[in-house]
Nanobody, 123 residues
Framework: QVQLVESGGGLVQAGGSLRLSCAAS????????MGWYRQAPGKQRELVAD???????NYPDSVKGRFTISRDNGKNTVSLQMNSLKPEDTAVYYC?????????????????WGQGTQVTVSS
C-alpha cells in the first residue's frame, strides 16, 4: 500500500510565506512524478506545481515566480515553498504522486493522493 502524508499549511497574511511537505511511503517501486494540486470551495481541483524524477518542474501562470517545488528522490518527498501569498491562493492543497506500486503487475503507474491540508491567506 502506498501512502502520501502532507504537513505544513495554515493561516498566513497576504504577502507571507508557507511551506508544504509531503512524504510517500509503502510499497513503492518507482515514483515518476510528484506534485501539488489545490481546490478552493466551489472550484475544480487545479495543478499548482509538479516535478518529474529528472527534476523538470511545471507551474501554471497563476503561481509562477511565487511558488517553488522541490523533490528529494532518495527520501520520496516533495515540498512546495509558497511566497508572496495572495487571498486567492486559499484552498485545500493536495499532494499527488504518480507511483508504481511494487505489488502490482504489470508495473503501471497510478495516481495517489494525500489527505489534503488547508492553506488560508487573509487580506
Amino acid at each position: 500500500q502506498v501512502q502520501l502524508v502532507e504537513s505544513g499549511g495554515g493561516l498566513v497574511q497576504a504577502g507571507g510565506s508557507l511551506r508544504l511537505s509531503c512524504a510517500a511511503s509503502g510499497s513503492i517501486f518507482s515514483i515518476n512524478a510528484m506534485g501539488w494540486y489545490r481546490q478552493a470551495p466551489g472550484k475544480q481541483r487545479e495543478l499548482v506545481a509538479d516535478i518529474i524524477s529528472g527534476g523538470n518542474a511545471n507551474y501554471p501562470d497563476s503561481v509562477k515566480g511565487r511558488f517553488t517545488i522541490s523533490r528529494d528522490n532518495g527520501k520520496n518527498t516533495v515540498s512546495l515553498q509558497m511566497n508572496s501569498l495572495k487571498p486567492e491562493d486559499t484552498a485545500v492543497y493536495y499532494c499527488n504522486g504518480r507511483i508504481v506500486d511494487s505489488r502490482r503487475w504489470p508495473r503501471t503507474e497510478a495516481d495517489y493522493w494525500g489527505q489534503g491540508t488547508q492553506v488560508t491567506v487573509s487580506s
